[in-house]
Nanobody, 122 residues
Framework: QVQLVESGGGLVQAGDSLRLSCATS????????MGWFRQAPGKEREFVAT????????YYADSVKGRFTISRDNAKNTVYLRMNSLKPEDTAVYYC???????????????WGQGTQVTVSS
């Protein structure tokens, strides 16, 4: 069982930056792919970014590529999402996910945090 707690969301203006953090419990953090998804009102949860457990390879949705950076600190059991040049369309609840496989969709046997709200005003 893995527990995840996100933090760092807030209300910002277009063009601003935010860094989200996701702290996890358990001693197996380094074995999981760690990722971020987001869900805007009335829309399905969508993939944002993920990072591999060992090599640190990263994968991004096209909509955030070049603006967002995912990173992880295995010693702190924490994954981060640095978001630059934020746009109003980035407004959503951002969820952290721990996964045993590389996956860019919601699926079974994933562990989720409770989410943190990011609101970008124009």
């Amino acid at each position: 069982q893995v527990q995840l707690v996100e933090s760092g969301g807030g209300l910002v203006q277009a063009g601003d930056s935010l860094r989200l953090s996701c702290a996890t419990s358990g001693r197996t953090f380094s074995r999981y792919y760690m990722g971020w998804f987001r869900q805007a009102p009335g829309k399905e949860r969508e993939f944002v970014a993920t990072i591999s457990p060992s090599t640190g390879s990263t994968y991004y949705a096209d909509s955030v590529k070049g603006r967002f950076t995912i990173s992880r600190d295995n010693a702190k059991n924490t994954v981060y999402l640095r978001m630059n040049s934020l746009k109003p369309e980035d407004t959503a609840v951002y969820y952290c996910v721990a996964d045993q496989i590389l996956r860019t969709a919601v699926g079974s046997q994933q562990y989720w945090g409770q989410g943190t709200q990011v609101t970008v005003s124009s």
